[in-house]
């Protein structure tokens, strides 16, 4: 079992920054890659940022050169550092690892105003 819990979210105005953090616990070494993803009302869930173990990364054109995932593998931590926020960036973003299994966390609240 992997345990993941995020933390960082928070009310922003449009144009600002905020870092959002993913701490892992549990059988973490059976982890391939870790990414971000996030769910607006009435909306599906969707990437935003992904990670494989070797650090490649992968972003959508719609995050891509605004937002940054990084991982700490002594804190068993993930990152994801987003700039220039738009109000269309509100939504639940919620922390996954790959392995044998798919693990979520809960998620954390991200709201853009504008």
């Known amino acids: 079992q992997v345990h993941l819990v995020e933390s960082g979210g928070g009310l922003v105005q449009a144009g600002g920054s905020l870092r959002l953090s993913c701490a892992a616990s549990?059988?973490?070494?059976?982890?391939?890659?870790m990414g971000w993803y996030r769910q607006a009302p009435g909306k599906e869930r969707e990437l935003v940022a992904s990670?494989?173990?070797?650090?490649?990364?992968n972003y959508p054109d719609s995050v891509k050169g605004r937002f940054t995932i990084s991982r700490d593998k002594g804190e068993n931590t993930l990152y994801l550092q987003m700039n220039s926020l738009k109000p269309e960036d509100t939504a639940v973003y919620f922390c996954?690892?790959?392995?044998?299994?798919?693990?979520w966390g809960r998620g954390t609240q991200v709201t853009v105003s504008s």
């Open positions: 549990g059988h973490i070494f059976s982890i391939n890659a």
């Open positions: 996954n690892a790959e392995g044998p299994l798919r693990y």
């Open positions: 990670i494989t173990s070797g650090g490649r990364t």
